[in-house]
């Protein structure tokens, strides 16, 4: 029988791996064609470098926590699976937050600027880096809650002691 701490690790490892898994392969699919006055053009996540560090990130995540579900539990490494759980939840955050100012940009364009909304001409396409940063937020939301109960867990037995 598992212990309660581990089942739950094991648990939030695995929405996670999913949830990284499903931004990668939704925003990797994600294109459209549109035309513009006339001008035909196709919308791809690889047009844009913040949605190609999303997938990069993403993709480099999925295969940590998956690497991590066959780590066993009692093993002296944790503190540095501990570590890298900081790290790639770092890694996380910064690739949803420049995912999410160029999806803004590109779903109310920028007066001030001149660039204007491309999300009336290509609504499939956003619709799919929507669906990819959903992910990605749940992702990174399970990463953050994964640290505070890997770091809970790693002080748990110094605290007792104290």
């Not at 791809?44 to 990069?56: L, R, S």
């Amino acid at each position: 029988m598992m212990k309660p701490k581990r089942l739950l690790s094991l648990l939030l490892r695995l929405i996670a791996v999913g949830a990284t898994l499903a931004a990668v392969i939704i925003m990797a699919t994600s294109h459209e064609k549109g035309t513009f006055f006339a001008v035909s053009y196709e919308a791809k996540y690889t047009d844009t470098p913040a949605f190609k560090y999303f997938v990069i990130a993403n993709a480099i995540v999925t295969v940590y926590g998956f690497l991590v579900l066959f780590h066993p539990p009692g093993s002296p490494l944790w503190r540095l699976v501990l570590a890298l759980d900081l790290v790639f939840t770092m890694l996380l955050i910064s690739s949803v937050s420049a995912a999410l100012a160029v999806a803004q940009v590109g779903k109310n364009g920028n007066s001030r600027a001149g660039w204007l909304p491309v999300c009336g001409q290509v609504t499939k396409y956003c619709n799919q880096v929507t669906g990819a940063l959903v992910a990605g937020l749940i992702a990174l939301i399970t990463y953050i809650i994964l640290l505070l109960h890997s770091i809970y867990t790693f002080l748990n037995p110094l605290l007792e002691k104290a």
